[in-house]
């Protein structure tokens, strides 16, 4: 079956604009995470959804924000970027909690 | 790749022989644990997971070994093959959680 699917590759935005990445989960998965890899920083959590309901959220100014739909699809949305968002941004699927989470290919955001 | 520029410990390794890789991890209630390799442009890829009710799981090549009591994973290669280049991460979680904690990673570099 399809893997996780992310939207677009790659993203070259200016300092202050926003920007909403998309994330289409693997078949049958109902929770969605998001997570920021960064070269200083690693992998850090952002936000995690199940059934439309964020169930948690990382450490992550206002500016990062999430959303799922009905189908499972989820979109994380950045505002008033900084150059500091600039950053790997991977979506990661999984059919139940604490259970065999499986990433996409991410989207390379660049801020600049 | 996302990890170009940061200061990874690293594991050269002669093709053909057996990998070791370690992680110390930093929550005592976490149950869960996975190890993902990552290649360049890539997002993490699953390779093998353990449960804390477990000290020891097998996959095809990959070990995976669990101390509880000083809180530490490994993962083990046998028959290293260049095609195992890349960076390893091991990740824990809980239960009652839904968010990945990643370690920092290591990189992996196998001599033809």
């Known amino acids: 079956k399809a893997g996780v699917t992310q939207t677009p590759r790659y993203l070259i935005k200016t300092r202050g604009q926003q920007v909403t990445l998309s994330c289409s989960p693997i078949?049958?998965?109902?929770?969605v995470s998001w997570y920021q890899q960064t070269p200083g920083q690693g992998l850090q959590f952002l936000f995690e959804?199940?059934?439309?309901?964020?169930?948690n959220k990382g450490n992550f100014p206002g500016r990062f924000s999430g959303r799922q739909f009905s189908n499972s699809r989820s979109e994380m949305n950045v505002s008033t970027l900084e150059l500091g968002d600039s950053a790997l941004y991977l979506c990661?699927?999984?059919?139940?909690?604490?259970?065999?989470?499986?990433f996409g290919s991410g989207t390379r955001l660049t801020v600049v | 790749g996302e990890n170009v520029g940061l200061h990874l410990p690293t594991l050269s390794v002669q093709e053909g022989d057996n990998s070791i890789i370690n992680c110390a991890y930093s929550?005592?209630?976490?149950?869960?644990f996975i190890w993902y390799k990552q290649e360049s442009g890539k997002g993490p890829q699953f390779i093998i997971d353990?449960?804390?009710?477990?000290d020891k799981r097998q996959g095809q090549r990959v070990t995976v070994l669990l101390n509880k009591t000083v809180k530490h994973l490994s993962l083990q290669i046998a028959a290293t093959q260049p095609g195992d280049s890349a960076v390893y991460f091991c990740?824990?979680?809980?239960?009652?959680?839904?968010?990945?904690?990643f370690g920092g990673g290591t990189r992996l570099m196998v001599k033809p």
């Open positions: 990661a699927s999984s059919a139940k909690q604490g259970y065999g989470y499986t």
């Open positions: 078949s049958g998965h109902r929770s």
């Open positions: 959804y199940f059934s439309e309901t964020q169930r």
């Open positions: 929550n005592s209630a976490s149950d869960y």
């Open positions: 353990i449960r804390s009710n477990m």
């Open positions: 990740a824990e979680t809980s239960n009652a959680g839904n968010m990945l904690t």
